[in-house]
């Protein structure tokens, strides 16, 4: 007789003297239907609704395939059959998915998911690929990571000898031009790639403070925090630090006005800053881009007399009126009916109704009982549209010619280019240059290799990608593939994952100038690069997603 259920307990619960009772009653032989039953009634072990656990002893090719809960058509394959050609997101997902968990591989032969997972994202795979060309556009955005993945091996980029790193390092200072074949067979044993590798990794920075992170600076605050930061309390040491910033700042913007360095980027907590040479990006002035920007800002930037333009608010605007143009064309006889009819009706709204004269409300004697808006209530509601895209990419504020130069003495004295409080308190500005400047500092771009397997149709392929860490400037992003081209045999894809407040720089600044070609002969860049640099921007306030080589020729998406 089963023990009576004890409140507190479930109906189900036995003492231990019965428990043991049932164990010693051993059936002799059990039906089929009573194990059957007795099985029904078990309980369900822990994670039965998941599929059933693979044979970790049985390799990835002979392994059981889930059943999935809805059939997916495969991926597309191409004409030639080749699984190589099958575009890369499109296999990566799953080869994530059939991994079974387990202890962490080195890095050498870790999964190539673990580094890209945040740029394998919606937004790093656009819907429509452009056509091979043999270049790409020009992309003024900063990169914090790129990720280049081969069917090659990459093994030619790793442990550079020092007679390498110091050829290297000798031609970025140099502005000495590297020529590569083609192709190369054997890119581990080519000391002139590997030196070329090495060049094209280098950049230059100020301040240098090598435990904090000086990019990116916009929402970097929680980077930063813990740090030590012994100017944060001592104003001495603030003024010595902004002096020594002035110095080099005005040192980069006199090489650029000399035409010896092609661009550099001012990064403080608030906005960013593109300088640019004049024959880069379609102009034939030295012109600088700000971003993102605040009604305070650019107000503060009249009062100083510098003239600027807003191009992506600008370019919005002709689009919208030229929209409503052609809808005008189409139906311009009712529209004018219309519009008189509204005329008689109503009468259109006046700036006069908002320049604080409250006379009518004296004639109603109900003056002292409405609140009244103040001045500056006013002056926000007529400046409503203009605030809406502040902290927004319409906020690209361009100056053009000697205003550069206005510019570069209102940052010097703008005392919100310094944070006031928080971590980055006291911290001038980070300076980003391709080429040498007095106070810089030679940095280099962290690399390293990375093996893992992923799916295509038909199995597993094993892929080989490079990794670089770090601000990957514009000119930097090209000689990579420069040099990437001959070692991989003009075949490889890269994520980019660019710093998104720097995407606006890729506006056009204005209509290209060909009548008046500057140049730029010692700027420290390859040929090659400075040719795409003085290309127009095309890419509007959106910056490259993923870029891929097959055959020597390249494909984008942005």
């Keep these: 007789m089963a023990a009576p259920a004890e409140p507190g307990h479930s109906p189900g619960f036995k003492k231990p ?79 994530c998915e059939e991994k079974p968990p387990g202890r962490a591989e080195p890095a050498e032969s870790s999964d190539i998911l673990a580094l890209s997972q945040d740029l394998h994202s919606p937004l790093a795979v656009p819907k429509a690929p452009s056509s091979p060309r043999q270049e ?12 280049f993945v081969s069917s090659q091996p990459f093994t030619w980029a790793e442990h550079l000898k020092g007679q390498e790193e110091a050829q290297g390092v000798a031609q970025h200072c140099r502005a000495a031009e590297t020529s590569l074949p083609r192709s190369v067979q054997e890119p581990r044993l080519c000391s002139e790639l590997r030196c070329a590798f090495q060049q094209s990794l280098l950049y230059w920075l100020h301040p240098s403070l090598p435990w904090l992170p000086l990019f990116p600076r916009l929402g970097a605050d929680r980077g930063m925090a813990g740090k030590a930061c012994p100017w944060a309390q001592d104003e001495a040491l603030q003024q010595v ?28 907590a608030q906005f960013s800053v593109l300088f640019r040479a004049a024959g880069l990006a379609g102009s034939a002035e030295p012109t600088a881009a700000i971003a993102p920007t605040t009604r305070g800002l650019r107000h503060a930037m009249r009062a100083e007399g510098i003239e600027f333009s807003l191009p992506l608010l600008e370019e919005s605007g002709a689009r919208k009126q030229k929209n409503s143009e052609s809808l005008e064309t189409e139906t311009a006889e009712s529209i004018r009916v219309g519009s008189s009819v509204e005329d008689v009706g109503e009468p259109a709204p006046s700036d006069d109704d908002d320049d604080g004269s409250f006379s009518w409300l004296e004639e109603m004697g109900v003056q002292d009982k409405v609140k009244k808006p103040d001045t500056i209530s006013i002056q926000l509601r007529r400046e409503k549209h203009e605030v809406q895209v502040d902290h927004r990419p319409e906020s690209l504020v361009l100056v053009r010619g000697s205003h550069t130069f206005r510019l570069l003495n209102f940052l010097i004295s703008c005392r919100s280019l310094v944070a ?69 045999r003009g075949s490889f894809r890269a994520l980019l994952s660019p710093h998104e407040p720097s995407a606006a720089f890729n506006a056009r600044p204005g209509p290209p100038q060909e009548d008046e070609q500057q140049e730029l002969p010692a700027c420290g860049l390859h040929p090659r690069t400075l040719a795409q640099l003085r290309q127009c921007p095309t890419l509007g306030k959106s910056s490259l997603r993923l870029l891929e080589m097959k055959d020597y020729s390249y494909t984008w998406k942005a």
């Design 420 to 488: 006031m409080a928080g971590p980055q308190a006291g911290l001038p500005p980070t300076l980003l240059s391709p080429v040498a400047f007095r106070g810089g500092t030679l940095h280099t771009l962290k690399a390293r290799t990375v093996s893992g397997r992923a799916r295509v149709p038909g199995g597993f392929e094993d892929v080989f990608s490079l990794e670089v860490l770090g601000p990957v400037l514009p000119h930097a992003l090209h000689a990579l593939t420069l040099v990437l081209g001959p070692a991989q």
């Design 136 to 147: 790409f556009p020009a992309d003024w955005s900063i990169k914090t990571r790129v990720l």
């Design 241 to 268: 630090l902004m002096s020594d910033w002035s110095v080099s700042f005005t040192s980069l913007y006199q090489l650029l006005r000399a035409r010896l360095c092609p661009y550099f980027y001012v990064c403080s």
């Design 17 to 95: 003297p019965a428990l043991l009772r049932l164990k010693r009653k051993r059936p002799v032989r059990r039906s089929d239907s009573d194990g059957a039953a007795e099985a029904a009634a078990a309980p369900a072990p822990r994670g039965s609704g998941a599929a059933r656990r693979r044979n970790p002893f049985s390799s990835l090719d002979n392994a059981p395939r889930r059943a999935a809960a809805a059939p997916q058509p495969p991926a597309a394959t191409p004409a030639g059959g080749d699984p190589s050609a099958v575009p890369f997101w499109q296999f990566l997902e799953p080869a």
